[in-house]
Each structure stands twice: as C-alpha cells, then as structure tokens.
C-alpha cells in the first residue's frame, strides 16, 4: 500500500523534518563550493525591477536604486538630434520612457530584494533548498508503505541523496534565478493531480502555493500547467487518465490566480510609467534564426515596411544577439530606443503569422528540431562565468556584491561541473526508460492507468512539454533542460520500492 500522509499535516513530525534538513543542507553543496550562490546576467534586473517598485512606493533606496535614478531622471534614454526633434518629441514623453521587460517577474525579484537586505543571497539558496528539500521528501513518502517510519527516514535519505549528489537540482537550488520552480511547479501539478485523495490539508496548501509560485515567477510554467491541465481534464472525460476533478478545480484557480498576480504588476506598471510592460520579441528572434522569419524579409523587405527588415543588414544571425545586443548592426531590439522597442515589441505576433502561412512547413520542422536537441541538451555553462558575463555583472551589479562575487569559483572558472552533466544525462535516461516501461505494463496489466501510472505519465509529459515550449520559443539550451530534468530520477527511485513491493505482493504463498 501506499504511504497515506496524514489529514492535518505532512506525516510523522520528527523524521519527516530531520530528513528535510539533510536533504536541504546537502542542496547547498555547489554553493558551499562556490562561496556564493550562483548569478546569472538576468539576476540583477530581477532585482532591480523590484527596486523600482518599493523605491517609487516609500522612498526607500538600497544599492539598487542606482540604475533607476539613471534610467527615470530624465525620463528618457533618448536624446533628441535636433532643435526639430526637441519639438517634435519631448525628451519626457511617455513614448520615449523606459521599457519594462513583462517576462521577468517581479514577484521572484521581490523574493531577491528581501533576501540581499541581510547584505548577501544566501537567504535565497537557503530558502530554495528547504522548499526543494521537502518536495524531494513529500514524493518519496508518497511511495513509502503505511507502518514503516525508520525503514522511510533510510528510504527518504538514500534516495533523496542520491539525487541531490548525481542531478542537477542542487546547482538551480543555490541559483539566483527563478529556475527551480520549473520543476517544482512540475512536481506540484503531479502531486495535486495523482495523490489528491491521500493528501492531507497542509500537504495540499504546500502544493498549491509552490504551483502558484512557480507559475508566478515564470511564464513558462504557466503553459507547461496548462498543457498538462488539458491533459488531465482529456483524461477525466475519456476515463482513460482518471485524476478527478477536484484537482482540476484547485490547479484552475491557481492559474487563474497567476493571471491575476501578472495583472496587478502590468497595472502598477502602467499606472506609474504610462507605459504598459513589453514582452520582447521572442518568437521573431526564434523565426529569424531559423530561416524561416530570414527569407520572408528577404522576400518582402523590398516592397513593404517590416520593422525586422534591419537585420538583412547583420553579420550574424542569432537568437539572444538579436534580442540583447546593444549594438544596432546586431539587434533588433536591446539596440534601439525605447519607443522603437516598443513598436517592434507590437508587431512580433503579425509577423510571426505571416511567416508562419508563407512558411508553415519550414517553421514547423525548426520547431521540432528545437525540441529535439532540447531533450538532449544537458550542460551547466551557467554556473561558471565566461568574459562576456563578467562585464555585465561589473556593469550591473553594485560594488560590494562585486567584490564578493570576485572570490567565487564561478568568477574564477574552477566550478567542478563535467562530472554533473554526465551524470544528470545517465539517471534522467535510465529514470525515462524505467518510467515508460512502468506506464505501459500498468496499463498493460489492468487496462488503466493507476495512480503511480498517472503521477509516471503527467511527470514525462512534463518533461517534454518543457522541451517544446523552451526548444521552440527560445532556443535550445541547457539551462532549460537541467532545471527540471532532475524530477524524473526522483519520480523512477521513489516509485522503485513500490514497485518491488507489488511485485512481492502478487507472489503466490506456499
């Protein structure tokens, strides 16, 4: 039988918290390595978007607050080449204020912001661990049999060390990035969905708060749920994913919630700058890069006005260039000002279509291709900083934190990171293979899909719709792939036991 977590909490208190601990405290390993959790360029406009916010509310500044004096004194980035464009266009005016990025949240900025006011971030790994540490204990308790308390605490331990020590998790658990929560958001889904009926109210709350989390934090968690939300709601009505509907209820008003977090930071946004944020142009970037959105400019450019038609006039083609540089011969965005970002921004989801019904073969195929080499994508280039990063933290991060930074391993390129990329890659592969023989003999043997059958398909199906959502929106990278990719050795090693335990069961007694 299953282990049943108790009605009111998460089981036996004491061996359920001394397993977390361990398992929190041995998260912290790359970071304890490191001297510091881990930084990514990204980090610091986290930060400093919530800045912004409690700056613009109280009046409060930190070492922050810089770049927002910077970039809102003069209420503009522009400068006007003439006394006609003085005229023309205020150097104050609301089209030429700064842009704020829609797709960085300022909700994980939030998190940052009140963790650097103790001088440092390691708040952030602390905190990320102990929520990975339980989530890690929760789904291996999941499997333990009912009556069985210190066989479960070695169960607990010996599998959830084994992942810490041979999967990525521990690395995204001390980074500075939203990124953990891909595969929390994950594992909260398939918990509420598979195990609602034997999870008590606390276990519930954890879940439904760590899914609100994750999709709060990241767009593209909202659209891995909601992928396996339909799913889920396919397999209710045809019987053959049986998950009920209580689930279904509880994972809509998180998501609704999320859509109602994201409004409230596009108001307050709008409201103080005039100006609603912007998501960047991701998808024409992708389409460019991929040909694609190339030969539709070079069909077209000549004869209509495409606000993509500069980069006919680029060296190189590539996704992040295209999107980040500031250099006008090599973006199309990042490079120009701010009113013209804002126009480009407008234009991405007409173009893409077009592209899209010129070329919707060739488009497709990028897709796919991205997807694959998304699955098979796995290394950690994050977690040392090459020289291109480095100028942009000394550009972007305040001096003390500099300092610090500068005696970290990753600064100084010595991160030990081979032996993880190897080994991630060979227990996500054996877990994948363990867990599909799983769902096929179940459904094989009964003719259905029982609950460790369903928890075993939404956490694959998770996994690859990560793999098409990031290898076709964004490019392929590692990163995307290794934040959540660990769930799946999780998934296989908590679901080994009882899968002897059955085996066992169904002998014949002499």
Not at 42 to 55: E, L, N, Q
Not at 77 to 104: C, H, M, Q, W, Y
Request: charged share 15%.
């Amino acid at each position: 039988m299953l282990g049943k977590i108790g009605k009111t909490g998460f089981g036996p208190t004491l061996y359920a918290t001394m397993s977390t601990m361990i398992l929190a405290l041995a998260l912290l390993w790359p970071s304890f390595i490191n001297g510091e959790p881990f930084y990514m360029p990204d980090t610091p406009s986290y930060i400093r978007a919530a800045d912004a916010g409690v700056y613009k509310l109280t009046g409060i500044e930190s070492a922050w607050t810089n770049e927002f004096h910077d970039r809102y004194a003069a209420g503009s980035d522009e400068t006007p080449t003439s006394d006609e464009d003085v005229k023309a266009e205020p150097s104050n005016s609301i089209e030429n204020g700064p842009v704020a990025l829609a797709g960085r949240s300022v909700f994980y900025g939030a998190f940052l912001y009140l963790a650097q006011i103790f001088g440092n971030f390691w708040l952030v790994a602390v905190i990320q661990s102990l929520i990975v540490g339980i989530a890690i204990m929760l789904t291996i308790k999941a499997f333990v049999p009912e009556g069985t308390r210190g066989a479960g605490v070695m169960r607990i331990l010996s599998i959830g060390l084994l992942v810490v020590f041979l999967s990525s998790a521990a690395f995204f658990s001390g980074f500075l990035m939203p990124d953990i929560f891909a595969g929390l958001g994950l594992l909260s889904f398939v918990h509420l969905a598979a195990f609602w009926d034997r999870q008590g109210r606390a276990e519930r709350l954890f879940w439904f708060g760590l899914l609100l989390a994750a999709m709060l934090f990241h767009n593209t968690n909202v659209l891995i749920t909601v992928s396996l939300l339909a799913l889920v709601i396919l397999g209710n009505i045809t019987k053959f994913l049986q998950a009920g509907w209580r689930p279904v209820l509880v994972v809509v008003t998180s998501i609704l919630l999320s859509f109602g977090g994201q409004s409230v930071f596009y108001w307050g946004v709008t409201k103080y700058s005039g100006n609603a944020p912007v998501m960047p142009p991701f998808l024409a970037a992708r389409v460019i890069d991929d040909g694609p959105g190339y030969k539709y400019l070079e069909k077209h450019c000549g004869t209509e006005d495409l606000k993509f038609c500069r980069v006919l006039d680029f060296k190189v083609i590539n996704h992040d260039q295209l999107l980040w540089s500031k250099e006008k011969d090599a973006g199309f965005f990042q490079a120009l000002p701010n009113r013209e970002r804002r126009e480009v921004a407008a234009t991405e989801k007409a173009f893409v279509l077009d592209v899209f019904l010129e070329y919707p073969v060739e488009v497709l195929v990028a897709s796919f291709r991205g997807f694959g080499t998304q699955l098979v994508t796995f290394n950690l280039p994050n977690f040392n900083y090459n020289d291109k990063q480095i100028a942009q933290y000394q550009d972007k991060i305040p001096g003390r934190y500099f300092d610090a930074q500068k005696q970290s391993a990753a600064y100084k390129n010595t991160m030990p990171t081979s032996f993880w990329e190897i080994s991630t890659f060979i227990v996500s592969a054996a877990a994948l293979l363990f867990l599909v023989i799983f769902i096929f003999r179940s459904f094989k043997h009964s003719g259905r899909l029982s609950k460790p059958a369903v928890f075993s398909i939404l956490i694959v199906v998770g996994i690859f719709a990560n793999a098409a959502i990031c290898g076709a929106l964004s490019g392929p990278k590692g990163r995307y792939q290794m934040r959540l990719v660990w769930v799946l050795p999780l998934a296989a090693a908590s679901m080994l036991p009882y899968r002897q335990t059955r085996m066992k069961a169904a002998e014949p007694t002499e």
